[in-house]
Each structure stands twice: as structure tokens, then as C-alpha cells.
T-cell receptor, first 113, second 114 residues
């Protein structure tokens, strides 16, 4: 089974600053997909950003970007210009074409006004 | 329609009750999932229906039973639950032919067993 590790159980950042959440994974596959999901107190799991392993270019979605290091099996999420609405649990997730989604343990992000 | 709808949003049940959770999607996804999530933990996969075939996480007790009446609906039947089954139950769907899209999640049912 694949494993996904998030080494930061909690992080905090000042509003308008930048924060980076870490994620590492273990796989023997060459073709796979990585995701960051956000779960605010409203409970719904919302897809923030995704990366296809065969793509060398790092994905970007507005204030959210990733640093994908395939050789190091690292997939970090950078949030720029942090806003109060970014406060949530963030889960890194992995899947291949043949496997179901595997989640990391999550990072709770607090935004300090 | 790009949503997964779960009902009810909250449920309180006694240990002798029988209840059902409902999940519905109209995105044409052929895979649907039930997850159990405890506070501050990642979701744990319970069941998968993919092209009408059921896959079970063998650690899930038999007091939980899924049902897939059609490709848009997924139910979770609950019977004789224990207090430790209190959790957030999430439903998700995906299009297996497009794994890069990820899963679409519902907003969950908060279950309390008393």
C-alpha cells in the first residue's frame, strides 16, 4: 500500500503572509496523481489543487501553488497572501490509475488576524 | 450538477435503532465511496462501489451495510451501532476513467450514537 506523510500536524500563519505545508509519499508507480484537499469546519472536503506526476511543471491555482519534486517524492503546498477563509485541515492525497485515493494525516492551518 | 448530496446532515440514533444515510450524485460517475472520519483524522475508506461491484474494507463491522440501488445513489444502512461509531460519514464519487480529476465529496453526515 502507498503511504502519504504530512509531518506538520499544525501550522499557523499571519494573515497576508505565505505558508508552506509539507507532504511526502512513497510509491513504486511512475504514473500517479497528487492532490491537496481542504476541509474547513463546514466539513466538506474541497479539492484545492492537483498535480499529474508526468508533468514537470508545478501546478498553480490563484494563491495556491505546489512544489512537486518527483525524485524526492515530495509535494508541498504554498499558500500566498493567506486569508482568514484559508483556515482549515489540509490533506495531501495520492492515487494511481489502479488504486483508490490515499490520504495523509492532515495539517491544521490557523490564520492569525 | 457538480455536487454530491448527502442526507441527513445530522443524525442522532440509539444503539438499537436502524437508520440509513443517503448519498446522491448526477455527474455520471461510476464509482462511489463511503468514508468514516473521526475528529482531526483523515477519512478512512469503508466501501467502494465501482461499476456496480462492491469492495469492502474488511475492518468495517457488519453493522454497516452499503446498498447501491443505481449508479447515482448510494445508501449506508446502520443497525445496532456502538458509541464508537459516532463520526462524520463522507460520501464521494469519481470517474474512474479520469483518475487525474480526483474525488468529489459530499458535506457529510454527522452521526452521534447514544
Amino acid at each position: 500500500a502507498q503511504t502519504v506523510t504530512q509531518s506538520q500536524p499544525e501550522m499557523s500563519v499571519q494573515e497576508a503572509e505565505t505558508v508552506t505545508l509539507s507532504c511526502t509519499y512513497d510509491t513504486s508507480e511512475s504514473d500517479y496523481y497528487l492532490f491537496w484537499y481542504k476541509q474547513p469546519p463546514s466539513r466538506q472536503m474541497i479539492l484545492v489543487i492537483r498535480q499529474e506526476a508526468y508533468k514537470q511543471q508545478n501546478a498553480t491555482e490563484n494563491r495556491f501553488s505546489v512544489n512537486f519534486q518527483k525524485a524526492a517524492k515530495s509535494f508541498s503546498l504554498k499558500i500566498s497572501d493567506s486569508q482568514l477563509g484559508d483556515a482549515a485541515m489540509y490533506f495531501c492525497a495520492y492515487r494511481s490509475s489502479y488504486e483508490k485515493l490515499t490520504f495523509g494525516t492532515g495539517t491544521r492551518l490557523t490564520i492569525i488576524p | 450538477d457538480t455536487e454530491v448530496t448527502q442526507t441527513p446532515k445530522h443524525l442522532v440514533m440509539g444503539m438499537t435503532n436502524k437508520k440509513s444515510l443517503k448519498c446522491e450524485q448526477h455527474m455520471g460517475h461510476r464509482a462511489m465511496y463511503w468514508y468514516k472520519q473521526k475528529a482531526k483524522k483523515p477519512p478512512e475508506l469503508m466501501f467502494v462501489y465501482s461499476y456496480e461491484k462492491l469492495s469492502i474494507n474488511e475492518s468495517v463491522p457488519s453493522r454497516f451495510s452499503p446498498e447501491c440501488p443505481n449508479s447515482s445513489l448510494l445508501n449506508l444502512h446502520l443497525h445496532a451501532l456502538q458509541p464508537e461509531d459516532s463520526a462524520l460519514y463522507l460520501c464521494a464519487s469519481s470517474q474512474e476513467s479520469r483518475p487525474w480529476v480526483g474525488y468529489t465529496f459530499g458535506s457529510g453526515t454527522r452521526l452521534t450514537v447514544v
